[in-house]
């Protein structure tokens, strides 16, 4: 997968340990099967903007708090 991916899974990984849950505490609570989010932590799938959007409103945080700044990754889009 690429980098923007693995940093999101990493960052993600960040802030559900500083919330307090567990991976399959906080699969549950999202309503994700924990191999699902396991892979989503892993940097191993592509999300929807859905899961996204319950992901961050779950963690109470903002979206620029998981993604990457824009300019840190290059993106091949062919």
Do not use: W
């Amino acid at each position: 997968m690429s980098d923007l991916v693995k940093h999101f899974g990493e960052k993600l990984r960040e802030k559900r340990k500083e919330a307090g849950y567990s991976q399959e505490g906080f699969a549950a609570y999202v309503g994700i099967e924990r191999g699902n989010y396991g892979k989503m932590e892993r940097g191993n799938v592509n999300i929807k903007l859905e899961t996204l959007y319950k992901l961050v409103n779950a963690l109470n945080c903002e979206f620029e708090e998981i993604l990457p700044a824009r300019q840190k990754y290059k993106i091949d889009l062919d």
